[in-house]
């Protein structure tokens, strides 16, 4: 028996593969089915089941494709109904791997398909459990994606109650979880970067298997959720219904364009141009009305997040050889319609004597001089980074809801703004630029070069001042 989790850290998401004998299974792929098919090819197995735990809202996955490519057939647990061939197993169904057995748990609550997967060894002994966004180390899933369903998030929590209680505590405490996804994910609100555990440990320390009282428990996991990001339940519906094959997606974007066909594609296409370089390097020169979203960032779910069509058209800015990576990266929450990338990057843009455009840029010190003139401040962090500590007199504006915020402000006054360490920050400031926003300012290095200074801090709760 092997089992390998095949972690992505710009999702969050552990995929796993399983192999036994002649024979294997993946749990939650990705969009992309290489990672998978190559091993199964390596190892000489037959890919037999591709497991779903439930319809993922945070990634399209690559549940179709692959079994296309291998024959393998897609398993859902109760409750699921799909548009394409899938097979609905019933509550404590088994399924052979070689000489092991995968058995589903079905655990609602999270949503209503949710379900667990046991894995039990040659000997029937249970081995570990594949727990989708049931459990995840140190946290739940949220209770409020269920797919077109007339349930409030209070009625789903205390289903994730129920079945933590009477499917997974039940089980022996040297069973390890491996969940679907880790640190960084909204999927759940506080999950430990740790990628798996054994059950007994979290048992002790997962504040959902310590509640013993289920409204105290629905109050717990209730409380402090924010809104999903909008492209959450597009995804759910992909994942769900279908989707383009990956490797035409890819084809597709896969295309080199010279300055004047970028150009083209923006003014008749109203393709947006998305600029993944550095934060420093667009400031210091990119395309007019183009928007930043970096690819050594949270890249995915940025996009996601903050670009609302997953239809948009997409020309993207790019460093060299890293093109096909962001056409996938792109393509696992969604986003297929890439048209292409501007062969040789910005430096072919200005060579073309094109119009370039730039963002000012100072640093944390040079900030805390001018904040002496009683400048405006957009403080773009998430709510509970603002609330442990900001500086003093200056509202939060989550980059999160910038769509809903960007309205409020007036267009003649000058914008300081600053995220934690300088990629919010910058993707923020593309975005009300090519809104029509001029005067704008992001602070280098953002909170974490302002702690430095003599800025004045202050925070929602008692702490300690950081100078």
């Known amino acids: 028996m092997h089992i390998e989790q095949i972690y992505t850290g710009c999702l969050a998401q552990g995929a796993y593969y399983i192999r036994s004998e002649n024979e294997a299974a993946i749990i939650d792929p990705l969009r992309e089915t290489k990672p998978y098919t190559s091993r199964a090819e390596k190892d000489g197995v037959k890919i037999k089941y591709i497991f779903e735990t439930h319809f993922h809202a945070d990634f399209v996955s690559g549940h179709v494709d692959l079994a296309k490519k291998t024959g393998a057939k897609i398993i ?15 509550d404590g169904e088994e399924f052979k791997i070689g000489k092991i057995t995968i058995k589903v748990l079905h655990t609602p609550g999270h949503t209503l398909e949710s379900s667990t997967f046991l894995l039990l060894d040659e000997n029937k ?88 009282n289920k409204q105290d428990f629905i109050k717990e996991l209730t409380t402090g959720i924010l809104p999903p990001p909008q492209y959450f339940a597009k995804n759910a519906f992909l994942n769900k219904t279908g989707y383009d094959a990956f490797d035409v997606v890819i084809e597709k974007g896969y295309t080199a364009l010279s300055p004047q066909q970028v ?53 993207l800015i790019a460093p060299s050889g890293r093109e096909e990576e962001i056409i996938t990266r792109l393509s696992r929450v969604g986003y297929d319609n890439c048209l292409g990338y501007l062969d040789g990057g910005i430096e072919a843009w200005k060579n073309a004597g094109k119009e370039i455009s730039t963002i ?63 990629y919010r920050s910058m993707i923020a400031a593309s975005i009300l630029k090519a809104r029509g926003y001029e005067r704008l300012v992001d602070v280098a290095g953002g909170f974490s070069a302002i702690q430095k200074t003599n800025v004045p801090l202050t925070c929602e709760q008692t702490c300690s001042s950081s100078k």
Request: a negative charge; proline letters at 5%; charged letters at 20%.
């Open 125 to 212: 002994k249970p081995h570990c459990i594949f727990s989708g966004d049931t459990l995840f180390i140190g946290d739940v899933g949220r209770p409020d994606l269920a797919i077109k369903s007339d349930l409030t998030q209070e009625d789903l929590a205390g289903m994730l109650f129920d079945s933590l209680q009477t499917k997974i505590k039940t089980l022996p405490d040297d069973v390890i979880v491996y969940p679907a996804h880790g640190a960084g994910s909204a999927c759940g609100k506080n999950m430990s970067k740790e990628t798996f555990d054994s059950l007994g440990n979290q048992k002790q320390k997962n504040y959902a298997l310590v509640i013993n």
């Open 360 to 422: 000012t840029s100072i640093s944390a010190e040079e900030f805390s001089n001018r904040l002496k003139d009683n400048v405006r401040v957009l403080d773009v962090r998430k709510p509970g980074e603002y609330n442990n500590q900001h500086i003093e007199n200056v509202p939060n504006q989550p980059l999160d809801y910038i769509n809903e915020w960007t309205n409020n402000f007036d267009k003649n006054t000058e914008y300081y703004i600053h995220c934690a360490g300088g």
């Open 263 to 315: 150009e083209d594609f923006a003014n008749e296409a109203n393709a947006m141009i998305l600029d993944v370089r550095k934060p420093q390097e667009f400031a210091a020169g990119h395309i007019p009305n183009s928007i930043f979203i970096g690819i050594d960032g949270q890249f995915a779910p940025w996009v996601g997040a903050l670009i609302t069509d997953l239809k948009q058209p997409i020309i």
């Open 76 to 90: 859902f647990g109760p409750n699921a109904s799909t548009s394409y061939e899938s097979y609905v197993a019933k």
